[in-house]
C-alpha cells in the first residue's frame, strides 16, 4: 500500500503540473477569491483519494489537523441526523447515492475550507480540488470534464490530457483493490469529512464491507 501510496502522490502532483502549464497556456484562471466549489455542499471523491488524505494528514501542523477533523466529525453528525450518510456505510458506491448526498449537503462548506476561502488542507487536497474549473474538451469538442461556468476559456486535452491521468490514477485503484483481495467493486466513492474523521482503510478488503462500525479519531 505505501508504494502505491507513494505512486499517487506522485501522479497528483503530476497532474497539478500539468493543469497549471495548460493552465497558463490558455490563460485560463479562477474569479479572484472565487472559493464557490468548496461551499456548495459535497462531492464525491474515490477511496484512493480519501486514503491519500488520511496518510498525508500527519503532515499537516497539528492545530490545522485537530480543526478540520472536528469540523468534519460535527459535519458527519449532523447528516447521520439527517439519514444522508452514515459512518457505518461511508462509501457511496452509484451515482444516486452521490447525487442525493449532494443535495441534502448543499449548504455545507467543505471542512478544509477556512473563513477567508483558503484550503487548509491544499497540498493533499484530492485530486478533483487539482482540476475542477475550466471546461476540458476533446477531439471534436467532446467534453471531457464539465466545468463550474465561471471560465470565459477552456482547456484542450491535447494540452491537459485528463483521460490519460484518470487512466493511471485508475490502474493504482485497481492495484489498490486486487491487493487488498478485492475481485470486484474497485471503484467506489467517499466524501471529504469522511476522509478527514474516519480510518477508511479496512474498506479495501471483502470483510470489511461486513464491518458495521467506525471509530472517531
Ligand atoms: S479540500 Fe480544499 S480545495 Fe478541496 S473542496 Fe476542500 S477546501 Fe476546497
Request: glycine share 4%; net charge positive; with cysteine.
Amino acid at each position: 500500500m505505501k508504494k502505491i501510496a507513494a505512486n499517487y502522490s506522485r501522479l497528483l502532483r503530476d497532474i497539478s503540473t500539468s493543469f497549471r502549464m495548460a493552465s497558463e497556456k490558455h490563460q485560463v484562471t479562477c474569479r479572484s477569491g472565487c472559493f464557490e466549489c468548496c461551499a456548495k455542499g459535497f462531492f464525491d471523491i474515490t477511496l484512493l483519494d480519501a486514503l491519500h488524505i488520511r496518510d498525508n494528514l500527519k503532515k499537516v501542523p497539528a492545530h490545522i489537523r485537530e480543526r478540520v477533523v472536528e469540523t468534519a466529525n460535527a459535519q458527519l453528525d449532523l447528516l447521520e441526523q439527517k439519514g444522508a450518510f452514515f459512518r457505518s456505510k461511508p462509501l457511496l458506491a452509484s451515482l444516486a447515492a452521490i447525487d442525493a448526498l449532494s443535495r441534502r449537503s448543499a449548504k455545507m462548506r467543505c471542512p478544509a475550507l477556512d473563513e477567508r476561502g483558503a484550503c487548509l488542507i491544499y497540498e493533499i487536497r484530492p485530486l478533483i480540488c487539482r482540476i475542477y474549473g475550466p471546461t476540458v474538451r476533446g477531439p471534436r469538442r467532446a467534453v471531457r470534464l464539465t466545468g463550474c461556468g465561471y471560465y470565459q476559456r477552456e482547456l484542450p486535452d491535447r494540452d491537459f490530457p485528463l483521460f490519460s491521468h484518470y487512466a493511471v490514477r485508475d490502474r493504482l485503484m485497481k492495484e489498490m483493490f486486487t491487493r487488498a483481495g478485492r475481485q470486484r467493486l474497485w471503484e467506489v466513492d467517499t466524501i471529504i469529512p469522511a476522509a478527514l474523521a474516519l480510518d477508511l482503510e479496512p474498506w479495501l478488503t471483502p470483510a470489511a464491507l461486513r464491518q458495521k462500525s467506525f471509530r472517531k479519531r
